[in-house]
């Protein structure tokens, strides 16, 4: 009984433990800012970054992030308009 309990145990400890991944890109907009928080130089400075996506052209995000630890980026989860499929031809059925 006890090698199933620490078997569960084990697997369960797993899945509380493993990175929960969110979606950092607004498939709403075409292009997104990636800004670069601060970080203190040294060992454990910290840092990071984060994605802001509410920018509608490149020029828009690039006023934004002037000035500024930041990079501008197309969203590769952006839908952008693709055109659509011709519409397919009906055949009249001849008896």
Avoid: W
Wanted: some cysteine.
């Amino acid at each position: 009984m006890r090698l199933p309990l620490l078997t569960l145990t084990a697997i369960a400890t797993l899945f509380v433990a493993a990175d929960a991944g969110a979606q950092t890109y607004d498939p709403k907009y075409p292009v997104c800012m990636h800004v670069y928080t601060g970080g203190g130089g040294g060992f454990g400075g910290g840092g990071g970054s984060y994605f802001d996506c509410s920018f509608t052209s490149l020029e828009q995000c690039r006023a934004t992030a002037s000035g500024r630890a930041a990079s501008c980026d197309i969203n590769p989860y952006y839908a952008f308009d693709e055109p659509s499929p011709a519409p397919r031809k009906r055949h009249k059925k001849v008896h």
